[in-house]
């Protein structure tokens, strides 16, 4: 079945630098790859998502990048603000996604200091 | 819309205890799942449903049970509950089963078993 690796697991950086999140995955039937930021004591929520079909994909300061004959994706994160600061999910589907189901990374627990 | 709703926010059990954990969404959605979430473990898939009256099992079900009477409910029961129960919980709902695509998650519940 599809595993899920991400690093690192904690990030701090200074507020206007750029930051990194990379995951790796198993399963090359894999097509859709999520990143989830949990703000503290609250729900996760979809941030930004990239399908196999491409390898790069922007919304204004985050970029999600797919390397599939590697199996890697990362997120960036550019002029980074304390509003940034949360912990950072990637994700899979599992089974290559016959149902939908994700599996996701262990977490990134993002600083921005002011 | 409310969207994905969990009761109750938090919990406390003593061991062996039972209880219900409530989900509820508004969004019409076919595919509901609940996760855990540990720390630093991610958030890891329990129990998942792509319709009324289908369930299936996800990477830790042990100890747990659901059910989808409806299209709106997707209740998590724990029947004698354990100290390695303790967690949070989260249920979380998309709009198609067996397409992959945004996951809306509720508020969380936290549960701790004595």
């Known amino acids: 079945g599809e595993n899920v690796e991400q690093h690192p697991s904690t990030l701090s950086v200074q507020e206007g630098d750029s930051a990194v999140i990379k995951c790796t995955y198993s399963?090359?039937?894999?097509?859709?790859f999520p990143w989830y930021k949990q703000e503290l004591g609250k729900r996760p929520q979809l941030i930004i998502d990239?399908?196999?079909?491409?390898g790069e994909k922007k919304d204004q300061r985050i970029a999600v990048t797919l390397n599939k004959t590697a199996k890697h994706f990362s997120l960036h994160i550019t002029e980074t603000q304390p509003e940034d600061s949360a912990v950072y999910f990637c994700a899979a589907p599992i089974e290559g996604g016959s149902q939908g189901n994700l599996i996701f990374g262990k977490g990134t627990k993002l600083s921005v200091k002011p | 819309n409310a969207g994905v709703t969990q009761t109750p926010k938090f919990q406390v059990l003593k061991t062996g205890q039972s209880m219900t954990l409530q989900c509820a969404q508004d969004?019409?959605?076919?595919?509901m799942s609940w996760y855990r979430q540990d720390p630093g473990m991610g958030l890891r898939l329990i129990h998942y449903s792509v319709g009324a009256g289908i369930t299936d099992q996800g990477e830790v079900p042990n100890g747990y049970n659901v059910s989808r009477s409806t299209t709106e409910d997707f209740p998590l029961r724990l029947l004698s509950a354990a100290p390695s129960q303790t967690s949070v919980y989260f249920c979380a709902s998309r709009v198609l089963a067996g397409v992959t695509g945004e996951l809306f998650f509720g508020e969380g519940s936290r549960l701790t078993v004595l």
């Open positions: 399963d090359s039937a894999s097509n859709y």
């Open positions: 990239i399908r196999s079909n491409v």
């Open positions: 969004m019409n959605h076919e595919y």
